[in-house]
C-alpha cells in the first residue's frame, strides 16, 4: 500500500463551487477528476546506463454529463481561475434551466487493498532500481554467445486521483506500477531474431526477489530469440490451433472483451449488442474481467469515475452474461455499475475498459490436447491484436511450434491468426484446467487511449482458424 | 529560428531551464516548451455525443555533465517543481554511464524561413464551435442518407492548435506555431453478424484544404459498402494491389528499418546496407521536412538541427538512414534533422509516385487481391518479415470482382520491394508517412 499525498490542495468548499458552476447551464451530473503522477525511467542498452528520465504530470479534468451528451475541459494549471474556465467549457454541452444542489462528500472506500506491497518503487533509489536493471542485462547478455544485443527498460510510477462528483461521491487511489522489460537479439549467420520479456505490476520491490528475479527475465528474452533463430516459417491455411496457456489470453481479450465494454454495445455497434442472456459459444467457454487480483498491473482499488470495481462475468459457459460497465452506458442501458470506467490521464473521458481478462480454467489434460492434434499451430506467444466491432480479429504470434501427431515440432516463425469471434467461439473445442496469466507488461489502446491490463487463459484447443504463414 | 515570439513566457521558461541547468553545474541543456489548444466534438446519430476543450503546456528537458545524460518532463509548471526537477536532473546524470556520443548538435547557420513552411492557418483558430459541431453533423447526416449503412460510429471534428518552443546551451532558441484539422466519419453496413465497418478522415493544417463533409461521407460510405457479402478464399501467392492507405502502413514499416536508432541498435535487417540495392528501380523514397503545408513539415527538429530533404531510396538503393545526432555520431553519419525525443520521427516520408492510374494498376491484372485494410500487428523490423490479418477486393479479368476477408498476408519486407510492378500517380500526402497505389509481383494470402 502506498500512502495517498495530495497534490491538489482544493478544499471541499472549492469543489463544491466548481461542481456547480458545471452544472450552471443545467446537465445532470458533474465531476472533477485531478491526477497527479510522478514517473521514472531507466533504459540500459550497449552495456551502460543510457537514460534516466523523471516525470511529473499534474492535471485536472471536469466533465458534465446531460442525457447522454458529454462536455469534458481540463488543464495542468490548478489555479481555481483556470479550473472554473475547464468547469465552464464542459458546463456548455448542457442547456436547460434545471438546477441541482450538490450534497456533501461522503467518501468511497475500497473494501480492500489491491495493491498489498511492502517497499514502495517510487520511493526506492535510482541506484537500487539500476541494479535491477544491470541484473536483467548481464544474465541476458551471458547467456549465450549468439545474443549481439540486449536493451533492458525500467518504468515505474505512483499515480494519486482524486475524484468527487455531484452525487456527492469522494473518492481517492494511490495506485503504484512498475515494469522491467528485456528485448533481445540474437544472431546466427547473418539471421537475426527478436526476443521479449519482462515482469511487473502493481508491486513493490520484493517483487524481483524471489517472485520474479531480474535474471530470470534477462534468460526468458535471451531463450525466445535463440528459439526463433532454429525457427521455421509458418504454415497457411486452415488448421486447429492450440492457444498456449499464459499469452494466448489477448485472444480473448481482442476477439471477445473488447466486444463486451458497455459503450459499443449501447450504440449497437458491436456483434453481441443483442445476445445478452444468449448462447455465443462452446459450453466449456467462461470468461472474467476482474480488476481486483491483488498486484496485477490491471488492477485498481476504484475505477477512475470512483466506483469500487469487482469481479465481472462476462461469458458464462458459452452464454453472454453481462457487459463491462462506466456511469454513463450503466445508466443509460439501465444496468448495475461493474466499476470498469478507466481512462489514460486527466485528459481523456473515461470510458468502459476492461482490467484482467480471463478464461476460467476447464477440465481437459493440456497433454490429452495436444495429443488430439495431429498436424496444427500451438501459439506461445503473442505481439498483439486488433478487433473490429463487426467481430473481425486478428492477432499476431511472435513464437510457437508446429504440432505433428500429437507432439510439438519446429518452432515456428511470426505468423498472424484471424477469425471472427463468434465463429472462433463456436470452435472451441478443449479447455485445459491450466489457467495462467500472459506477463506483468500489457497495456490495451482504445479510442486513443492507453491503460494498463493483463489476460489470462488455459490451454485451449480452437478446432479451426486462418493461419497466415508463408508457407 | 523564431517565428514570432507570441508566448514570451514560453520562451522564458526554456531559457530559464536552460540557465537553471547550468547554474546546478550541467555542461548541457536542451529545454523543450509545447503549449497546446485543442478542441474535439464527436457526434452521433444526430447528437453531439462529446466535446472535449482544453489547454495544456508540457516542458521537457535534458542535461548533460561529464558526457552523462538525463531527461526530464512536466506538466507542472510551478517553478518550484520545475527548479527541483532541474536539480534531481544533474544529480541523477552522476548515476548514469559515460557516453561518448552524447551531447547537443553544434549550432547550425543554416536557416529555414518558417512562413514560407506554411504550417499555421490563422483561420483554425477563428473556426467558431457552432461551425465545427455542424461540420461534423452534415458529414455523419450524408453518409446515414444512404441506405446501405446500418449504423455510425459517429464522425468527429478536430482542431489543434500547439506553440514548441526550443532553447539549447549550444546557443539555439526557436520557436514555431502549427495548426492541424480534422473531419471524420466511421461506419457499418450489413446485419448484425455480418456487419462490415470502414472510415474515412480528411486532415490538413488549412481549415480551407480540408475535404467538405459531402466528400469526406461519400468516401467513408464508399469504402464500408464495397466490403458487404465477403468472400473467403483460397490459400494462394498472387499479385497483391495496395491502395495509398496500405501503402502508407507499408512505408512506416520501412520507416521503422531506416531509423539511424535502429541501426546502431542491430535492430533492423538495413544495418549494415548503406549503398545496396535493396529494392528495384522503381523504388525512391525521400523525406522532406520543408514541403510548404504538408503534415510532417517542421523547421527544426527537436534538437533545433534545420530539416532537410534526404533521399533515402534512390532506385532501389540505401542511400541514408535518417538520424538524430547521437544515432550520427554513433554510425559517423550526419544527423539529418529528424530528432524526436530520444529517437527519430518521419518528417514527410513518401514514396515517390509513378506515371500510371490505379485504374490502369487493377486493369494490368489478371487475378489477384487490392488490399484495403490490415488488422493487428505482425511487423518484425529485425527480420523485415511482416504478416497481418487483412481484407481487400478480389480482381478477376482486370475488374474488381468482390470482397474478400479473413484472409492474411504475409512476406518480406526485403522481397516487396524488389517485386514491386507498378507504382502509381496518386500520392496525396495525407499522412506524414505516404505512398500512392503499388502492386506487388507476387505475396502469399492464406485464406482457406
Same mark, same amino acid.
Given at each position: 500500500?502506498?500512502?495517498?499525498?495530495?497534490?491538489?490542495?482544493?478544499?471541499?468548499?472549492?469543489?463544491?463551487?466548481?461542481?456547480?458552476?458545471?452544472?450552471?447551464?443545467?446537465?445532470?451530473?458533474?465531476?472533477?477528476?485531478?491526477?497527479?503522477?510522478?514517473?521514472?525511467?531507466?533504459?540500459?542498452?550497449?552495456?551502460? #546506463?543510457?537514460?534516466?528520465?523523471?516525470?511529473?504530470?499534474?492535471?485536472?479534468?471536469?466533465?458534465?454529463?446531460?442525457?447522454?451528451?458529454?462536455?469534458?475541459?481540463?488543464?495542468?494549471?490548478?489555479?481555481?481561475?483556470?479550473?472554473?474556465?475547464?468547469?465552464?467549457?464542459?458546463?456548455?454541452?448542457?442547456?436547460?434551466?434545471?438546477?441541482? &444542489?450538490?450534497?456533501?462528500?461522503?467518501?468511497?472506500?475500497?473494501?480492500?487493498?489491491?495493491?498489498?506491497?511492502?517497499? %514502495?518503487?517510487?520511493?526506492?533509489?535510482?541506484?537500487?532500481?539500476?541494479?535491477?536493471?544491470?541484473?536483467?542485462?548481464?544474465?541476458?547478455?551471458?547467456?549465450?554467445?549468439?545474443?549481439?544485443?540486449?536493451?533492458?527498460?525500467?518504468?515505474?510510477?505512483?499515480?494519486?486521483?482524486?475524484?468527487?462528483?455531484?452525487?456527492?461521491?469522494?473518492?481517492?487511489?494511490?495506485?503504484?506500477?512498475?515494469?522491467?522489460?528485456?528485448?533481445?537479439?540474437?544472431?546466427?549467420?547473418?539471421?537475426?531474431?527478436?526476443?521479449?520479456?519482462?515482469?511487473?505490476?502493481?508491486?513493490?520491490?520484493?517483487?524481483?526477489?524471489?517472485?520474479?528475479?531480474?535474471?530470470?527475465?534477462?534468460?526468458?528474452?535471451?531463450?525466445?530469440?535463440?528459439?526463433?533463430?532454429?525457427?521455421?516459417?509458418?504454415?497457411?491455411?486452415?488448421?486447429?490451433?492450440?492457444?498456449?496457456?499464459?499469452?494466448?489470453? !489477448?485472444?480473448?481479450?481482442?476477439?471477445?472483451?473488447?466486444?463486451?465494454?458497455?459503450?459499443?454495445?449501447?450504440?449497437?455497434?458491436?456483434?453481441?449488442?443483442?445476445?445478452?442472456?444468449?448462447?455465443?459459444?462452446?459450453?466449456?467457454?467462461?470468461?472474467?474481467?476482474? %480488476?481486483?487480483?491483488?498486484?496485477?498491473?490491471?488492477?485498481?482499488?476504484?475505477?477512475?469515475?470512483?466506483?469500487? @470495481?469487482?469481479?465481472?462475468?462476462?461469458?458464462?459457459?458459452?452464454?453472454?452474461?453481462?457487459?463491462?460497465?462506466?456511469?454513463?452506458?450503466?445508466?443509460?442501458?439501465?444496468?448495475?455499475?461493474?466499476?470498469?470506467?478507466?481512462?489514460?490521464?486527466?485528459?481523456?473521458?473515461?470510458?468502459?475498459?476492461?482490467?484482467?481478462?480471463?478464461?476460467?480454467?476447464?477440465?481437459?489434460? %493440456?497433454?490429452?490436447?495436444?495429443?488430439?492434434?495431429?498436424?496444427?499451430?500451438?501459439?506461445?506467444?503473442?505481439?498483439?491484436? =486488433?478487433?473490429?466491432?463487426?467481430?473481425?480479429?486478428?492477432?499476431?504470434?511472435?513464437?510457437?511450434?508446429?504440432?505433428?501427431?500429437?507432439?510439438?515440432?519446429? @518452432?515456428?516463425? =511470426?505468423?498472424?491468426?484471424?477469425?471472427?469471434? #463468434?465463429?472462433?467461439?463456436?470452435?472451441?473445442?478443449?479447455?485445459?484446467?491450466?489457467?495462467?496469466?500472459?506477463?506483468?507488461?500489457?497495456?490495451?489502446?482504445?479510442?486513443?487511449?492507453?491503460?494498463?491490463?493483463?489476460?489470462?487463459?488455459?490451454?485451449?484447443?480452437?478446432?479451426?482458424?486462418?493461419?497466415?504463414?508463408?508457407? | 529560428?523564431?517565428?514570432? %515570439?507570441?508566448?514570451?513566457?514560453?520562451?522564458?521558461?526554456?531559457?530559464?531551464?536552460?540557465?537553471?541547468?547550468?547554474?546546478?553545474?550541467?555542461?548541457?541543456?536542451?529545454?523543450?516548451?509545447?503549449?497546446?489548444?485543442?478542441?474535439?466534438?464527436?457526434?452521433?446519430?444526430?447528437?453531439?455525443?462529446?466535446?472535449?476543450?482544453?489547454?495544456?503546456?508540457?516542458?521537457?528537458?535534458?542535461?548533460?555533465?561529464?558526457?552523462?545524460?538525463?531527461?526530464?518532463?512536466?506538466?507542472?509548471? *510551478?517553478?518550484?517543481?520545475?527548479?527541483?526537477?532541474?536539480? *534531481?536532473?544533474?544529480?541523477?546524470?552522476?548515476?548514469?554511464?559515460?557516453?561518448?556520443?552524447?551531447?547537443?548538435?553544434?549550432?547550425?547557420?543554416?536557416?529555414?524561413?518558417?512562413?514560407?513552411?506554411?504550417?499555421?492557418?490563422?483561420?483554425?483558430?477563428?473556426?467558431?464551435?457552432?461551425?465545427?459541431?455542424?461540420?461534423?453533423?452534415?458529414?455523419?447526416?450524408?453518409?446515414?442518407?444512404?441506405?446501405?449503412?446500418?449504423?455510425?460510429?459517429?464522425?468527429?471534428?478536430?482542431?489543434?492548435?500547439?506553440?514548441?518552443?526550443?532553447?539549447?546551451?549550444?546557443?539555439?532558441?526557436?520557436?514555431?506555431?502549427?495548426?492541424?484539422?480534422?473531419?471524420?466519419?466511421?461506419?457499418?453496413?450489413?446485419?448484425?453478424?455480418?456487419?462490415?465497418?470502414?472510415?474515412?478522415?480528411?486532415?490538413?493544417?488549412?481549415?480551407?484544404?480540408?475535404?467538405?463533409?459531402?466528400?469526406?461521407?461519400?468516401?467513408?460510405?464508399?469504402?464500408?459498402?464495397?466490403? +458487404?457479402?465477403?468472400?473467403?478464399?483460397?490459400?494462394?501467392?498472387?499479385?497483391?494491389?495496395?491502395?495509398?492507405?496500405?501503402?502508407?502502413?507499408? !512505408?512506416?514499416?520501412?520507416?521503422?528499418?531506416?531509423?539511424?536508432?535502429?541501426?546502431?541498435?542491430?535492430?533492423?535487417?538495413?544495418?549494415?546496407?548503406?549503398?545496396?540495392? +535493396?529494392?528495384?528501380?522503381?523504388?525512391?523514397?525521400?523525406?522532406?521536412?520543408?514541403?510548404?503545408?504538408?503534415?510532417?513539415?517542421?523547421?527544426?527538429?527537436?534538437?533545433?538541427?534545420?530539416?532537410?530533404?534526404?533521399?533515402?531510396?534512390?532506385?532501389?538503393?540505401?542511400?541514408?538512414?535518417?538520424?538524430?545526432?547521437?544515432?550520427?555520431?554513433?554510425?559517423?553519419?550526419?544527423?539529418?534533422?529528424?530528432?524526436?525525443?530520444?529517437?527519430?520521427?518521419?518528417?514527410?516520408?513518401?514514396? =515517390?509516385?509513378?506515371?500510371?492510374?490505379?485504374?490502369?494498376?487493377?486493369?494490368?491484372?489478371?487475378?489477384?487481391?487490392?488490399?484495403?485494410?490490415?488488422?493487428?500487428?505482425?511487423? *518484425?523490423?529485425?527480420?523485415?518479415?511482416?504478416?497481418?490479418?487483412?481484407?481487400?477486393?478480389?480482381?478477376?479479368?482486370?475488374? +474488381?470482382?468482390?470482397?474478400? &476477408?479473413?484472409?492474411?498476408?504475409?512476406?518480406?519486407?526485403?522481397?516487396?520491394?524488389?517485386?514491386?510492378?507498378?507504382?502509381?500517380?496518386?500520392?496525396?500526402?495525407?499522412?506524414?508517412?505516404?505512398?500512392?497505389?503499388?502492386?506487388?509481383?507476387?505475396?502469399?494470402?492464406?485464406?482457406?
Amino acid at each position: 500500500m502506498i500512502a495517498f499525498e495530495d497534490h491538489f490542495q482544493i478544499s471541499n468548499a472549492q469543489r463544491t463551487k466548481i461542481l456547480e458552476l458545471a452544472l450552471s447551464h443545467g446537465g445532470d451530473f458533474s465531476e472533477i477528476y485531478a491526477e497527479y503522477r510522478v514517473y521514472s525511467f531507466i533504459n540500459m542498452e550497449e552495456d551502460i #546506463i543510457k537514460e534516466t528520465a523523471e516525470s511529473i504530470s499534474l492535471g485536472l479534468g471536469v466533465r458534465v454529463i446531460s442525457g447522454d451528451k458529454t462536455g469534458y475541459g481540463y488543464t495542468n494549471d490548478l489555479s481555481i481561475e483556470s479550473i472554473g474556465k475547464a468547469a465552464l467549457t464542459a458546463a456548455a454541452i448542457a442547456d436547460s434551466e434545471k438546477s441541482v &444542489s450538490i450534497p456533501v462528500f461522503l467518501e468511497t472506500l475500497p473494501p480492500e487493498d489491491r495493491y498489498p506491497l511492502i517497499r %514502495p518503487v517510487h520511493q526506492a533509489s535510482l541506484q537500487e532500481k539500476i541494479e535491477l536493471v544491470r541484473r536483467a542485462y548481464l544474465s541476458c547478455q551471458k547467456s549465450d554467445p549468439r545474443i549481439k544485443k540486449v536493451k533492458v527498460l525500467f518504468q515505474d510510477h505512483a499515480q494519486y486521483v482524486s475524484i468527487v462528483n455531484s452525487e456527492g461521491c469522494e473518492a481517492e487511489d494511490a495506485r503504484p506500477q512498475v515494469k522491467l522489460v528485456c528485448t533481445a537479439v540474437a544472431e546466427k549467420n547473418g539471421r537475426r531474431e527478436f526476443g521479449f520479456s519482462g515482469g511487473g505490476g502493481r508491486v513493490g520491490l520484493e517483487y524481483f526477489g524471489q517472485t520474479f528475479p531480474p535474471e530470470r527475465i534477462g534468460r526468458d528474452a535471451a531463450e525466445e530469440a535463440l528459439l526463433l533463430l532454429e525457427a521455421v516459417e509458418a504454415p497457411a491455411g486452415e488448421m486447429p490451433v492450440v492457444l498456449a496457456p499464459g499469452h494466448a489470453g !489477448v485472444l480473448v481479450h481482442e476477439a471477445v472483451g473488447h466486444l463486451l465494454e458497455a459503450d459499443f454495445n449501447r450504440k449497437k455497434t458491436s456483434i453481441f449488442w443483442d445476445k445478452l442472456g444468449k448462447k455465443v459459444g462452446s459450453p466449456r467457454l467462461t470468461i472474467y474481467d476482474d %480488476p481486483t487480483r491483488p498486484s496485477f498491473r490491471g488492477s485498481y482499488n476504484i475505477d477512475d469515475e470512483g466506483t469500487p @470495481p469487482s469481479r465481472t462475468l462476462l461469458i458464462d459457459r458459452g452464454v453472454v452474461h453481462s457487459f463491462l460497465q462506466d456511469r454513463l452506458s450503466a445508466r443509460l442501458m439501465g444496468r448495475p455499475l461493474t466499476g470498469h470506467g478507466r481512462r489514460q490521464d486527466y485528459s481523456c473521458i473515461p470510458i468502459p475498459r476492461m482490467s484482467n481478462t480471463y478464461v476460467d480454467g476447464g477440465q481437459d489434460d %493440456p497433454e490429452d490436447i495436444l495429443k488430439s492434434v495431429a498436424k496444427g499451430i500451438y501459439a506461445e506467444k503473442f505481439e498483439g491484436g =486488433q478487433v473490429e466491432d463487426s467481430g473481425k480479429f486478428t492477432f499476431s504470434i511472435s513464437a510457437g511450434y508446429l504440432i505433428e501427431e500429437g507432439r510439438l515440432t519446429a @518452432p515456428i516463425k =511470426q505468423a498472424t491468426l484471424i477469425g471472427t469471434n #463468434i465463429d472462433i467461439l463456436q470452435k472451441i473445442e478443449r479447455v485445459g484446467a491450466d489457467l495462467t496469466f500472459g506477463l506483468q507488461t500489457g497495456t490495451c489502446g482504445k479510442e486513443g487511449q492507453e491503460v494498463p491490463v493483463t489476460d489470462g487463459c488455459p490451454t485451449i484447443k480452437i478446432s479451426r482458424m486462418t493461419v497466415g504463414g508463408q508457407s | 529560428m523564431i517565428e514570432k %515570439p507570441k508566448s514570451p513566457s514560453l520562451l522564458e521558461l526554456a531559457e530559464r531551464v536552460v540557465r537553471l541547468g547550468k547554474e546546478y553545474g550541467a555542461d548541457e541543456v536542451e529545454a523543450t516548451v509545447s503549449d497546446g489548444r485543442e478542441f474535439s466534438v464527436d457526434v452521433r446519430q444526430g447528437q453531439v455525443e462529446n466535446l472535449v476543450e482544453a489547454g495544456s503546456r508540457g516542458l521537457g528537458f535534458k542535461v548533460i555533465k561529464d558526457m552523462k545524460t538525463a531527461y526530464a518532463a512536466s506538466s507542472d509548471l *510551478n517553478p518550484e517543481t520545475v527548479r527541483r526537477l532541474v536539480r *534531481n536532473a544533474v544529480s541523477r546524470a552522476a548515476l548514469g554511464s559515460r557516453d561518448e556520443c552524447a551531447g547537443l548538435p553544434p549550432l547550425s547557420s543554416e536557416k529555414v524561413d518558417i512562413p514560407s513552411l506554411c504550417l499555421y492557418d490563422p483561420g483554425v483558430r477563428e473556426l467558431e464551435a457552432a461551425r465545427k459541431i455542424k461540420l461534423a453533423m452534415e458529414t455523419e447526416r450524408i453518409a446515414l442518407e444512404d441506405k446501405r449503412i446500418t449504423n455510425s460510429h459517429g464522425a468527429s471534428f478536430i482542431t489543434n492548435e500547439v506553440t514548441t518552443v526550443l532553447a539549447g546551451s549550444n546557443g539555439f532558441l526557436g520557436s514555431y506555431d502549427q495548426t492541424f484539422c480534422s473531419l471524420s466519419v466511421g461506419l457499418q453496413a450489413g446485419e448484425t453478424d455480418e456487419k462490415v465497418e470502414d472510415y474515412w478522415v480528411s486532415v490538413d493544417r488549412f481549415f480551407k484544404n480540408l475535404e467538405s463533409p459531402e466528400t469526406v461521407a461519400r468516401k467513408a460510405v464508399e469504402r464500408t459498402v464495397r466490403q +458487404i457479402h465477403p468472400r473467403k478464399i483460397r490459400t494462394q501467392t498472387v499479385p497483391v494491389i495496395f491502395e495509398p492507405a496500405m501503402t502508407d502502413w507499408l !512505408v512506416g514499416f520501412l520507416f521503422a528499418c531506416i531509423s539511424a536508432v535502429a541501426v546502431y541498435q542491430k535492430t533492423t535487417f538495413l544495418a549494415g546496407r548503406l549503398g545496396e540495392r +535493396i529494392g528495384n528501380e522503381k523504388i525512391t523514397v525521400i523525406d522532406d521536412g520543408l514541403m510548404p503545408g504538408k503534415l510532417g513539415s517542421r523547421p527544426f527538429d527537436s534538437e533545433g538541427v534545420p530539416c532537410r530533404k534526404t533521399t533515402v531510396f534512390e532506385r532501389g538503393v540505401l542511400r541514408r538512414f535518417l538520424s538524430n545526432t547521437y544515432a550520427g555520431r554513433k554510425l559517423r553519419l550526419p544527423t539529418t534533422g529528424n530528432s524526436e525525443g530520444t529517437g527519430v520521427s518521419p518528417n514527410n516520408f513518401y514514396l =515517390q509516385p509513378g506515371p500510371v492510374s490505379p485504374q490502369e494498376i487493377i486493369a494490368s491484372t489478371e487475378r489477384g487481391l487490392v488490399l484495403t485494410r490490415t488488422i493487428g500487428h505482425g511487423l *518484425n523490423p529485425v527480420t523485415g518479415d511482416l504478416s497481418r490479418g487483412a481484407l481487400g477486393l478480389w480482381v478477376e479479368g482486370g475488374e +474488381i470482382a468482390y470482397p474478400v &476477408s479473413e484472409v492474411t498476408i504475409a512476406g518480406n519486407l526485403e522481397q516487396i520491394l524488389s517485386q514491386v510492378e507498378m507504382v502509381g500517380n496518386d500520392l496525396e500526402f495525407r499522412s506524414p508517412v505516404c505512398g500512392p497505389t503499388i502492386k506487388i509481383g507476387a505475396l502469399t494470402v492464406a485464406g482457406e
